[in-house]
């Protein structure tokens, strides 16, 4: 029997984006014990930089070891929105040493759910008197979820990847070494992988 060019091929991208879910699996829950030899405040402001990379703002904190972002629209407001915000809280152990822990809240909205901010009350008043209180720019407004709308808070293990990778680039790329590794030598040893 042959195969031909099309279903090999076909057949060969199948197989590669399994081993590429499966690797990033393993690399996002390596991070899951990591833990940093490092200060504090380095580690924070990693996570910073990488939260303002994939286009996040921060919302202040009292907490320097925990950070928050307000929520991120994207879609169409006429036809359905994604919002999603990130978390990401720092934690010192007793011995000193540093874990990271990030975590995403989304929530998928059909149209028009978002309410806007509304005048406190309006009297009748000349425009130089009255004061400006409506905001200029919406900083964090918080949806109005409908019943279908239900936010869903997990683990971001790919936001403390990125974060690890930008803290220890060397350490990152040995960890992938082996995982590498580790997918090449375990694929030919797996006995339901074979089709017969």
């Known amino acids: 029997m042959t195969m031909s060019p099309q279903f090999a091929s076909i057949l060969m991208l199948l197989v590669l984006t399994g081993c590429t879910?499966?690797?990033?699996?393993l690399l996002e829950r390596?991070?899951?014990?990591?833990v940093y030899d490092m200060p504090a405040r380095q580690v924070m402001k990693a996570a910073e930089a990488v939260l303002s990379e994939r286009g996040y703002a921060l919302l202040p904190s009292t907490d320097p070891l925990f950070l928050i972002t307000p929520?991120?629209?994207?879609?169409?407001?006429?036809?359905?929105?994604?919002?999603?915000?990130?978390y990401v809280e720092g934690y010192k152990r007793p011995d000193g040493r540093f874990t990271v822990r990030a975590y995403q809240m989304a929530a998928n909205m059909p149209a028009r759910t978002q309410s806007l901010p509304a005048p406190e009350k309006t009297t009748m008043s000349a425009?130089?008197?009255?004061?400006?209180?409506m905001p200029?720019?919406?900083?964090?407004?918080?949806?109005?979820?409908?019943?279908?709308?239900r936010p869903d808070l997990r683990r971001d293990r790919?936001?403390?990847?990125?974060?690890?990778?930008?803290?220890?680039?060397?350490?990152?790329?040995?960890?992938?070494?082996?995982?590498?590794i580790y997918l090449a030598h375990s694929s030919s040893e797996r006995p339901g992988d074979v089709l017969e």
């Open 21 to 25: 879910s499966q690797r990033q699996t």
């Open 30 to 34: 390596t991070t899951s014990y990591v």
């Open 71 to 86: 929520w991120k629209v994207s879609g169409n407001y006429d036809v359905f929105t994604h919002w999603s915000r990130l």
């Open 127 to 133: 425009p130089e008197e009255k004061q400006n209180i």
């Open 136 to 149: 200029t720019v919406l900083l964090s407004a918080e949806p109005v979820l409908v019943r279908s709308a």
């Open 158 to 180: 790919e936001l403390e990847w990125a974060i690890m990778e930008r803290l220890d680039p060397d350490f990152a790329g040995r960890v992938k070494t082996q995982v590498d």
